[in-house]
């Protein structure tokens, strides 16, 4: 079964610097993978998917990539502002139709 | 505006009693689910459907039964056999048959049980 991680669990960054987030999973026999953003008490907010074929995906300050072959996953963030505060969540699917989430990272951006 | 609704955001019911979340689509997806969100843990999947009168159990559908009547409504029974079903409830949905299976949430439903 696949394992998703998600270090660190927590982060706290000054506004405007700019910041990495990071997936590993155990299986490297994806199908895609996704990036979502959460804010408290909502629903999940598709921020990036990249196909198993691609290496990255950019969606403004947004940039995702995917290494298959080392079961990682990096969401980087430019410039970060107050209003990226959320949990940012990584999700594998094997076959398309199933996606495991890891535990999300929660990300504050002190003004 | 398409999107996913899920009703109602807050639901408290007695032990012992059955209680439906209600998920509808208007995205035209094929594929609907449904998952469970508690503390300090990632979602995970209840049941999924990829085609109407159609679904399969995920990792932890046991205490709960859904139903694939319409492309649009994919309902969530958690019965009364759910030992602890208190909990945040997310469905999402899909397109099938393409490359990207990207998956897009409801907003979810609070359920607390005493």
């Known amino acids: 079964k696949q394992e998703v991680t998600q270090i660190p669990a927590a982060l706290s960054v000054p506004e405007g610097e700019n910041l990495v987030l990071n997936c590993s999973f155990t299986?490297?026999?994806?199908?895609?993978l996704q990036w979502f953003r959460q804010d408290p008490g909502k629903g999940l907010t598709s921020l990036l998917l990249?196909?198993?074929?691609?290496r990255e995906q950019t969606s403004g300050r947004l940039n995702a990539s995917l290494d298959k072959s080392s079961g990682r996953s990096t969401l980087y963030i430019a410039a970060s502002q107050p209003g990226d505060s959320a949990t940012y969540l990584c999700a594998v699917s094997p076959t398309g139709n199933q996606f495991y989430f890891g535990t999300g990272t929660s990300l504050t951006v002190i003004p | 505006d398409g999107g996913i609704t899920q009703s109602p955001k807050y639901l408290f019911r007695k032990e012992g009693q059955n209680v439906t979340l209600s998920c509808e689509q208007n995205l035209n997806h094929d594929a609907m689910y449904w998952y469970r969100q508690d503390p300090g843990q990632g979602l995970r999947l209840i049941y999924y459907s990829q085609i109407v009168n159609d679904f399969q159990k995920g990792d932890i559908a046991e205490g709960y039964s859904v139903s694939r009547e319409k492309k649009e409504s994919f309902p969530l029974t958690v019965t009364s056999a759910q030992k602890n079903p208190t909990a945040f409830y997310l469905c999402a949905s899909s397109r099938t048959g393409s490359t990207s299976y990207e998956q897009y949430f409801g907003p979810g439903t609070r359920l607390t049980v005493t």
């Open positions: 990249i196909q198993s074929s691609q």
């Open positions: 299986d490297s026999a994806i199908y895609n």
